[in-house]
């Protein structure tokens, strides 16, 4: 009787094994590949980086993630043999930047040597950015919806702009209009998940803009249920746990203008229908529309930037849809309430944030983060743009983005919110 059992007891943790082993080897993306050696991916060292929590343990994990973790990490020593190859193979071709697509041309580089990273000590900006950021989200005095929420409560498909590279160990979430296309890049170079005539691009400028932001080009966590089902959150805090996460934002008011500038100044097919169409019908009563970007800029029928606030404030707008992604707010696609990053990057101190995150990432020899636009919006022209925008909109347009301003430290414009 106790040999059955032992044999049906054998057989059950035989099996349970092997479904984990195939549900974990399926993904050939490599979620295997549990690389923890960028320098301030938790656990950390003794002497890890200030202002980022040491000697954290894995006691609070539930059983089952700590088996996963464990068999996940099993294969540790060989995927750093085959990681050391590839860094090899990236140095070689990723000394000097080369732009070879034309929009990169068109749109202007500035190549020019910067020396702002002696001007800041990053690592105190570093603690005074998550300092805020935490302080806040624990602060009952500011409140936003989903504020309270836990991690296990948000959506998987909340989850889409966190681009994971099991290959280092980083999560990075994507923020559009604030340099998101270039640091995609240099997460499909990092991760290797696209070939050029099969092998691995090296330089970020040489990846074509329309495969950057091809969603099957990026593993993102709410891609994770179709590969590992119910084990996929699980999956999720592990790696949120063991890697280096980070985010870049910007003044909220500036990406606006900058997302306007971007989608409505210019023909954007895709924005003239999905939302130019139904601003210009709600607010001018135009009826007849062209069905054609070309057509409608040629005959003068444009969206206003007050146009664009007034859809922002029309409650209506939500109710359809959420948020397009270049204007919902940051708290609503990066959930830094609910997500401990690592790093606080800004778009105003772009330059030097990203040399300092690549070096601190141990990447700074495999890559150089391509430069900045000539041309970026500037937080000068705020004034500018608002200057015909109602005193009440502005106030109100502050209500709706003052989480993200509050959270990241930005000051609240107050010569844009009084008479």
Known sequence: MTKARLLRLSVVLVSIFMILLIIVYWDNVGTAHFYLHTSFSRPHSPGGIPGITAGEDWEALPDVDEFLAKLLSSNLKQNNSISRKTEQLLIQGSSKPVVSNLEENVRGYDWSTHNARNSLDQEKLQIERQRTLR????????????????????????????????????????????????????????????????????????IPREHVHNTSTHLTFNKFWRRYGKFSRHLMKIKLKKYTKFLFVRDPFVRLISAFRSKFELENEEFYRRFAIPMLKLYFNHTNLPTSVSEAFGAGLKVSFSDFIQYLLDPRTEKMAPFNEHWRQVYRLCHPCQIDYDFIGKLETLDEDAAYLLQLLKVDRLLRFPPSYRNRTASSWEDDWFAKIPLAWRQQLYKLYEADFVLFGYPKPENLLKD
């Open 135 to 206: 302080e806040f989200c624990a602060n009952s005095s500011l409140s936003f919806p989903t504020k309270g929420r836990s991690f296990d409560d948000i959506p998987n498909y909340e989850l889409n702009h966190l681009i994971v590279d099991d290959r280092h160990g980083i999560i990075y979430c994507y923020v559009p209009k604030v340099a998101c296309t270039n640091w995609k890049r240099v997460m499909i170079v990092l991760s290797e998940s696209l070939l050029d005539q099969g092998v691995p691009y090296r330089n970020p400028l040489d």
